[in-house]
């Protein structure tokens, strides 16, 4: 390993050392320790899906014309750093939004940005580029582990005592580390500079819009919105749902999830390649149905293992479906739209998707709250049904079509 991909594999490391390090625990935080309602969390995590949709102008208006990459990245770590501090301080849900919002703005750029300082210092991307992305994947693990087994923040004496704000503080200081390491990356200089800028409509994916007028390119889109909305459920209540049964050292067992994301993607191009794209992403859409059936059934003694199922799912649920819809994106687009259609894709699912995902999340959460805490099994079995149906009409309407994944 030389000494630039050792520098890359750093910065992706702390990239999602940094998300996963509060974001998994952030409605359990917001429902015990600032005794915020489910809508109130669906409104924290719908900060995503803003950051998502901002992200473009931010990547495409500055990034790519004006300043460095990594620079830019320096600049967003500090300000989220900062950010990441006031989150620690607040006291409660009205104080804390405004600074969790500010973040998801800061940080959803990001995510780009490391890809495009990465990307800038290789000869072939398509080669090396996944074993650098792959620190990002066990950064988000370590995350998880370290607020389970280390310092237990997570437990049920840690919740109540309040130790879960403490992952504010970690991420503030890992934050930090990222900003002021970003400006020793290698120079990444702006991708449009000296040539034409390119457009709002590009920026946003609209280029691509005419691949709608593809029917099976349709019924995919319409599906990948919808899929959001399940999806979210999972985001904002797993850790909750988790900590309220008493699964103890939930968040720790919650990076199961991305063990299986790894081994699910390494086995995606085998899949597609012997049984196609279209049984490919049911097989992810029925994943989602049976990962929520799990949950609903399971409970944190004699079924525990269910849970453990579901968790594991994750990697199915999200590879088979989501980058397997990347691929398809990617081989249905022409050359001229291929980084549009994937933009479009990305502000319809992680944008518009999620953000009403949230939103009806936080809704049925609030339906099936009572003294005595939730009514998890109606919870769960809502973005079960939901899934289901989105399942069943892809089936009935998408047509067979031949898409080849190298392996």
């Known amino acids: 390993m030389n000494t630039i991909t050792i520098r890359l594999s ?3 490391f702390l990239q999602f050392f940094i998300w996963g390090g509060w974001f998994v625990t952030l409605g359990t935080f917001l429902g015990g320790t600032l005794g915020a309602s489910g809508s109130e969390i669906g409104m924290a995590f719908s900060t995503q899906s803003w950051g998502a949709i901002i992200a473009p102008f931010i990547i495409g208006l500055i990034a790519d014309r ?3 990459a990594e620079r830019i990245l320096g ?6 750093a900062a950010l990441m501090y006031m989150m620690y301080m607040s006291t409660d849900f009205a104080g804390f939004y405004p600074y969790v919002l500010g973040y998801m703005i800061a940080y959803m750029p990001t995510l780009a940005l490391v890809n495009s300082v990465s990307f800038g210092q290789m000869a072939d991307p398509s080669k090396e580029f ?3 992305r792959v620190w990002g994947t066990i950064g988000w693990i370590v995350a998880g582990l370290v607020i389970s087994y280390v310092f237990s923040w997570d437990s049920q004496q840690g919740i109540a005592d309040g130790m879960l704000r403490n992952t504010f503080m970690l991420c503030a200081i890992a934050s930090l580390a990222l900003g002021i390491y970003s400006f020793t990356l290698p120079a990444t200089p ?3 500079k000296g040539s034409e800028a390119a457009s709002l409509g590009q920026l946003l994916g609209l280029d691509a819009l005419a691949m709608l007028k593809d029917r099976n390119f349709f019924v995919f889109f319409a599906s990948s919105v919808l899929i959001c909305i399940p999806l979210a459920f999972y985001y904002q209540n797993a850790n909750p749902f988790l900590t309220e049964i008493g699964v103890e050292n939930a968040t720790g067992k919650m990076t199961l999830g991305q063990v299986s994301e790894v081994l699910f993607m390494l086995a995606l191009p085998v899949f597609l390649n012997r049984f196609g794209i279209k049984m490919t992403l049911l097989l992810g859409m029925a994943a989602w149905v049976l990962r929520y059936a799990l949950f609903a059934f399971g409970d944190a003694e004699s079924g525990l293992f269910l ?6 799912l994750h990697g199915i649920c999200y590879d088979f479906f989501f980058v397997s819809g990347q691929i398809y994106t990617n081989a249905k687009a022409g050359d001229k739209v291929k980084s549009a259609a994937q933009g479009l894709i990305t502000l319809a699912t992680y944008g518009v998707g999620m953000l009403v995902g949230f939103w009806v999340a936080g809704q ?6 009572g003294d005595a805490g939730h009514a998890w099994q109606q919870i769960w079995l809502f973005p079960a049904a939901f899934a289901a149906v989105v399942l ?5 309407i998408f047509k067979k079509e031949e898409v080849k994944a190298d392996v």
């Open 190 to 192: 702006p991708a449009a």
């Open 364 to 369: 049925i959460t609030d339906n099936y709250a």
């Open 130 to 132: 996944g074993k650098i």
């Open 392 to 396: 069943v009409l892809f089936l009935l």
């Open 66 to 68: 004006f300043f460095n």
């Open 307 to 312: 849970l453990i199922i579901g968790i594991a």
């Open 10 to 12: 750093i910065m992706m």
């Open 75 to 80: 600049i967003l770590h500090l300000v989220g």
